[in-house]
T-cell receptor
């Protein structure tokens, strides 16, 4: 079935690393995405990873994918107060055109 | 390049009315998907249009409908509004939304906040 799960809340200190986790159930996932949503705004794409990859790095962001366990994580290095937002993981599924399945979102709170 | 634009940004309606929301995709993008975001249900897929055809549909009642024009702009319509339709409605555009599941990133607009009283 289609299900994406995330922990709901994470609090870190400025300058620390943040790790946001996500699990999904559909083995037909093709691509997995991370989006960021700030209050009153739409979704901003942060990064994505193909389901056959293990890792992708993009500046302060590192995505790790464990396909066997269907586990995805987003690591933000040197977290800043501007990183405070809700982070969504999402999957696209082969044959399911134009549809992303989202997790519930993880609220990241960065304390100065 | 301009991003995805949605109009209006905010809307207040009463129960029983109908509403039309508009979405202009990024230039060159031909696929438009719509999502409903609520605190209780999160982000849920409504439907996707490509070349003026609906190619995929989520699990919403028939009161929710949409269309796409030849310039790829899309509208969604909700008839007979209910209190539970209060939500942020997001549209996203992508270049082609390959049916085979190829990578095709969706870029989101700022959303239309609909309040039903």
């Amino acid at each position: 079935g289609e299900d994406v799960e995330q922990s709901l809340f994470l609090s870190v200190r400025e300058g620390d690393s943040s790790v946001i986790n996500c699990t999904y159930t559909d083995s037909s996932s093709t691509y997995l995405y991370w989006y960021k949503q700030e209050p009153g705004a739409g979704l901003q794409l942060l990064t994505y990873i193909f389901s056959n990859m293990d890792m992708k790095q993009d500046q302060r962001l590192t995505v790790l994918l464990n396909k066997k366990d269907k586990h995805l994580s987003l690591r933000i290095a040197d977290t800043q107060t501007g990183d405070s937002a809700i982070y969504f993981c999402a999957e696209s599924i082969k044959g399911n055109t134009g549809k992303l399945i989202f997790g519930q979102g993880t609220t990241l709170q960065v304390k100065p | 390049k301009a991003g995805v634009t949605q109009t209006p940004r905010y809307l207040i309606k009463t129960r029983g009315q109908q509403v039309t929301l508009s979405c202009s995709p990024i230039s060159g993008h031909r696929s438009v998907s719509w999502y409903q975001q609520t605190p209780g249900q999160g982000l849920q897929f409504l439907f996707e249009y490509f070349s003026e055809t609906q190619r995929n549909k989520g699990n919403f009642p028939g009161r929710f409908s949409g269309r796409q024009f030849s310039n790829s702009r899309s509208e969604m319509n909700v008839s007979t509004l209910e209190l539970g339709d209060s939500a942020l409605y997001l549209c996203a555009s992508s270049r082609k939304a390959l049916a085979g599941g190829g990578q095709d990133t969706q870029y989101f607009g700022p959303g239309t906040r609909l309040t039903v009283l």
